[in-house]
């Protein structure tokens, strides 16, 4: 039962122009979304969050977009790096009585091509 | 303004032998989470401490896998009469309080056992 889902294991772009990552989710009762990114041999990084009452969520070159009707969000890299190349992780939590327990996407790796 | 440290970075086990994870989450830090990443595939939530008690462990396998986060010392995960399918990534995580409520995490590097 994925309730987070990444359809797209992979993606590449060329420096300079936008990445989109997407990530669907079934479960309505998830409060915040957040989006991590790791590299090679590395932990996770949290990169940017929502909560479900926004639909919009920008910091620097990163902004994530939820809707909420077709329980789907996405990430948008503008503009991409080659330091952005890494595997993006999509991932939902509880929110109020979250007990930290995060519900990840297979994650979607990213190259972006100089 | 060290991160969170997880030791050994690289474990490598025979079936049937025991494997222990240890974890020191960020200074000032009082959550502490384990995940757990197959090949191919994304994190998996195994289990949420604080200080002497275990909060959330419904993604715990029911048996073999222990987790405790002493007064004293580091967070630890503890796989006993390992297998072939225990091979994985172990990451452990913290946060403050506060941001728990979020899902906003710190993860360590991360321990990778290979069970042979």
């Known amino acids: 039962d994925q309730q987070v889902k990444q359809n797209s294991p992979s993606l590449s772009v060329q420096e300079g122009r936008i990445s989109i990552l997407n990530c669907d989710y079934t479960?309505?009762?998830?409060?915040?979304f957040l989006w991590y990114k790791k590299y090679p041999a590395e932990g996770p990084t949290f990169l940017i969050s929502i909560s479900s009452i926004k639909d919009k969520n920008e910091d620097g070159r990163f902004t994530v977009f939820l809707n909420k009707s077709a329980k789907h969000l996405s990430l948008h890299i503008v503009p991409s790096q080659p330091g952005d190349s890494a595997v993006y992780f999509c991932?939902?939590?509880?929110?109020?009585?979250?007990?930290?327990?995060?519900?990840f996407g297979q994650g979607t790796t990213l190259q972006v091509k100089p | 303004n060290a991160g969170v440290m997880q030791n050994p970075r690289h474990l490598v086990r025979r079936r049937g032998q025991e494997a222990r994870l240890r974890c020191s989450p960020m200074k000032g830090h009082s959550h502490v989470y384990w995940y757990r990443q197959l090949p191919e595939e994304g994190l998996k939530f195994m289990v949420y401490l604080q200080k002497e008690n275990i909060i959330d462990e419904s993604g715990m396998p029911k048996e073999r896998f222990s987790a405790e986060f002493p007064k004293e010392g580091p967070s630890i995960l503890r796989i006993q009469q390992v297998v072939r399918g225990d091979s994985a990534a172990y990451f452990c995580?913290?946060?403050?309080?506060?941001?728990?409520?979020?899902?906003?995490?710190?993860f360590g590097e991360g321990s990778r056992l290979t069970v042979l």
């Open positions: 479960n309505s009762m998830f409060d915040y």
């Open positions: 991932a939902a939590s509880y929110g109020s009585g979250n007990t930290g327990k995060l519900i």
């Open positions: 995580a913290s946060s403050p309080p506060w941001l728990a409520y979020t899902g906003e995490l710190f």
